[in-house]
Nanobody
């Protein structure tokens, strides 16, 4: 079993930046895909970005391309999401998750989830 703990969320003005961190503990493995997802009130949980175990491959939702960057430090068992040029529509609870495969962008393929961290962007 792996435990994931997110941090770094908060309130920021539009145009600002935040950096989310996800620390993994327990039965960590660096071979699985890691991802960030978000869920706004009344909406489904959607993928934001995922990164392959090696860090060589990444995927970004169209809505965040060019503004967000996902990275991982396997030595520290930590995944990061750097969020720049934030917009009010980025407001959501952000979840870190570990996949059950080496690559996927679908929530159904992620079996371990953090508790989430709130990101609120004011206009």
């Amino acid at each position: 079993q792996v435990q994931l703990v997110e941090s770094g969320g908060g309130l920021v003005q539009a145009g600002g930046s935040l950096r989310l961190s996800c620390a993994a503990s327990g039965r960590t493995s660096s071979t699985y895909v890691m991802g960030w997802f978000r869920q706004a009130p009344g909406k489904e949980r959607d993928v934001v970005a995922v990164v392959k175990w090696s860090g060589s491959s990444t995927y970004y939702a169209d809505s965040v391309k060019g503004r967000f960057t996902i990275s991982r430090d396997n030595a520290k068992n930590t995944v990061y999401l750097q969020m720049n040029s934030l917009k009010p529509e980025d407001t959501a609870v952000y979840y870190c998750a570990r996949g059950t495969t080496r690559w996927s962008i679908y929530p159904r393929d992620f079996g371990s989830w953090g508790q989430g961290t709130q990101v609120t962007v004011s206009s």
